[in-house]
């Protein structure tokens, strides 16, 4: 498993925002991405996990690696925690959902309907989704909103062991997880003005 | 994806939404209907097919927008596009799982309707058969006309004028059916071209729906 | 030089005013567009070019 | 050159300047020709008297209607494959147009209509398969507007379009198969014996010839406005950025 990204420009509501993004991420790694809001991370990270094309550069990963997880947890609110986390998991093959369960302290609440969480336990149901997709590559957009300190141990912790085990993380965030991580700051790779006299040059 | 429909079941279940609203619309119009027109029953007994075509045309239309709009609000469209479930195989469940929440349970009420309107006899065998055979062509268009219209706040009334049109062929050879089956003619004509036309929309518009899905969650 | 349209008049005059009022009112429509979006653009172009 | 280097919306821009003008002159020209001769110099027709006048409208609107449809379906291909935003701005610019002519079609048709069928509305496939063309017309155009981001509106119309065309071509068939109607066959064929009169050929083959030149230079002219639509857009976006 293993992530390379080369000069990779995404582009936001038709207008490039990143140009010439290029790293590597190997198996056992975490590589956090900074940057100020708006400078394109969800959107960079949209186009790795296949969400949208990219405009230039190229993703090379396979993209049945790839665990996303954005903002929204795609939670459904009548339905239990349980039943929550056993649906991603038939989705993606796997049935064990008790060590997901476990590593955020979901136990107690597992027959709890996800309307009747508080945000913080929302996300953590969110991310316990990430354990049960069995995928080596996790691609993370803000996970520790709304999270207490203690969950956010508990979310280090759970990402330290997916490395442990061989996986990766790809996490933009403003937090210190105190994680070993690599940092990426985006804002050196902030697209300039297109070039003049480019073919659809009057739209861009 | 039997996961995915068996959660879809259960949502629909629990939020209610869906079930019940549709065919509480079905049953107000067939029974507003003759207010309407009159309590003559020969009037009401060829008029009926037609009735209630369009009753279950447009009760399927009004849960339509629910195909995909919750699942696009609360992030799961996003998560479900990144799992291993291809977007073809996901809209094709949404539109099936949408049939059997709207389209069967028409169907199936159908023919009790059909005594309220003084349906002639010889006609009820046509109704089910053509409401169940044309009402799975209902769902995916309109799974197509939903993933046209998901990223749009307030699409609900878009999604009606889209899909409409395209209801068009349906419904004419659906109703054509029943009254064909009616005065005891030959219905072999609407309803192959009926199957024709579910065969076609189940092969061919959840590739159509999984692309317009695809340019909208970009 | 009218020609005599008979006991028609109305209907043939009438069809010709439906298209000629539908036909301007898409010139119409068109031209004012395209005069309002070009005054803009060339407000902006402007501004880019005094930057 | 390429072909596809019309694509190029600068070079678009600069030929339709310089032809919208040589269009407009000939479109006047034509279109005043065909009319004029059509209402002013055919005798009128036995069985219909002078209502046979607004043929020289109905068949060219109805014509310009149905070949809109047409040319958006091919331009949107274009778009799809190609990525050219002038093929998908142009889509853009004729669906309005056929709508109209749509309209013009069914109201010149139900004036028609009135004094030979005696009614002003007939559930006639032909009249109803123009009232669903004008209702997929609506649509479309809706769809252009409710969306945003100008690429995924020029996407989503395209898939619209195509799938919409086949369900046209359905409907059309489903229309004739439930009612077989009193519309007249077409008024003008290759075959000669089923062809209307020369007198009234010519000026209409005049008409249809003003109006595909009234499309294509309202095309021209709309393409135009909305590729500089377009640019104020990014414009907008790229200043909000900087």
């Not at chain 1, 996490?171 to 985006?186: C, E, K, R």
């Not at chain 2, 889209?162 to 109703?175: D, E, K, N, S």
């Amino acid at each position: 498993m293993e992530l390379q990204v080369v000069d990779l420009g995404v582009a936001r509501g038709g207008l490039p925002i990143l140009q010439g993004v290029s790293f590597t991420l190997e198996a056992g790694q975490v590589l956090v991405l900074r940057g100020p809001n708006g400078i394109g991370k969800t959107t960079l990270l949209r186009a790795i996990a296949g969400l949208q094309p990219a405009l230039s550069g190229h993703v090379s990963l396979d993209p049945e690696a790839v665990a996303y997880a954005a903002h929204a947890d795609g939670l459904k609110s009548t339905l239990s925690v349980l039943e929550n986390l056993t649906f991603w998991a038939q989705v993606y093959g796997t049935t064990d959902v008790a060590p997901a369960l476990q590593a955020f302290a979901l136990q107690n609440l597992a027959d709890r309907p996800a309307q009747n969480l508080s945000a913080g336990q929302k996300r953590r149901l969110g991310l316990a989704r990430l354990l049960v997709t069995g995928r080596p590559l996790w691609v993370l957009d803000e996970p520790t909103v709304s999270l207490d300190a203690s969950a956010v141990t508990l979310f280090a912790d759970a990402v330290r062991a997916h490395c442990a085990r061989g996986g990766a993380a790809l996490i933009a965030t403003h937090i210190d997880l105190g994680l070993q991580s690599d940092l990426l700051d985006l804002t050196p790779f902030k697209a300039t003005a297109m070039a003049q006299g480019d073919f659809d040059e009057a739209f861009l | 994806m039997i996961a995915l429909l068996i959660r879809d079941l259960r949502l629909a279940i629990r939020t209610g939404g869906g079930f019940g609203l549709g065919l509480a619309f079905f049953l107000i119009i067939a029974v507003l209907v003759p207010f309407g027109v009159g309590p003559d029953s020969a009037v009401l007994g060829r008029i009926a097919p037609g009735i209630l075509w369009v009753g279950a045309l447009l009760s399927c239309l009004l849960s339509l927008d629910r195909i995909f709009a919750l699942d696009f609000e609360d992030g799961s469209l996003d998560l479900l596009a990144t799992a291993p479930i291809p977007l073809e195989g996901l809209v094709g469940v949404k539109a099936f799982s949408h049939w059997l929440t709207t389209g069967l349970p028409l169907t199936l009420a159908a023919p009790v309707l059909g005594l309220l309107l003084s349906l002639p006899e010889p006609a009820y065998l046509w109704l089910i058969l053509s409401l169940l055979i044309g009402t799975p062509a209902l769902s995916f268009i309109g799974a197509f006309g939903a993933s046209l219209t998901v990223g749009l706040k307030r699409g609900g009334l878009l999604l009606s004028l889209l899909v409409l049109p395209l209801y068009v062929p349906t419904l004419i050879f659906g109703a054509e059916t029943i009254r064909r089956g009616a005065e005891g003619l030959g219905t072999a004509t609407p309803l192959t071209m009926l199957g024709a036309i579910t065969l076609g929309t189940l092969a061919v518009l959840p590739f159509a729906s999984a692309a317009a899905i695809r340019i909208n969650l970009r | 030089m009218m020609p005599d349209l008979g006991k028609y008049a109305v209907s043939v005059l009438s069809a010709y005013g439906a298209t000629l009022a539908i036909v301007a009112l898409l010139i119409w429509i068109s031209l004012r567009r395209g005069r309002k979006v070009q005054d803009e653009l060339r407000s902006l172009e402007g501004r880019r070019d005094d930057a | 050159m390429s072909f596809w280097e019309y694509a190029n919306p600068k070079r678009f821009m600069a030929l339709s300047s310089a032809a919208l003008p040589w269009f407009t002159a000939l479109t006047a020209l034509v279109l005043s020709v065909g009319l004029i001769w059509g209402f002013f110099f055919t005798p009128d027709d036995f069985r219909q008297g002078s209502t046979v006048k607004i043929i020289y409208i109905h068949v060219p609107s109805a014509f310009i209607a149905i070949n809109a449809w047409l040319m958006m379906l091919v331009t949107s291909l274009v778009w799809l494959v190609r990525r050219h935003h002038v093929s998908a701005l142009a889509a853009r610019a004729a669906a309005p147009i056929g709508l109209a002519m749509t309209c013009i079609g069914l109201i010149t048709g139900a004036v028609w209509g009135q004094p030979m069928w005696g009614t002003w509305w007939e559930w006639d496939p032909r009249l109803t398969s123009f009232l669903i063309l004008g209702l997929f017309y609506l649509g479309y155009i809706a769809l252009w507007e409710a969306i945003d981001d100008a690429d995924t509106a020029a996407d989503l119309t395209s898939v619209l379009c195509i799938v919409g065309s086949v369900f046209a071509v359905l409907s059309r068939y489903a229309i004739l198969f439930w009612n077989q109607g009193l519309h007249q066959g077409a008024s003008l064929s290759l075959d000669k014996e089923e062809n209307v009169h020369d007198v009234f050929a010519y000026p209409l083959w005049t008409c249809i010839i003003g109006f595909v030149l009234l499309f294509i230079t309202l095309v021209l002219l709309r393409t135009r406005t909305e590729i500089r639509a377009r640019r104020v857009k990014a414009l907008i976006a790229r200043e909000r950025m900087a």
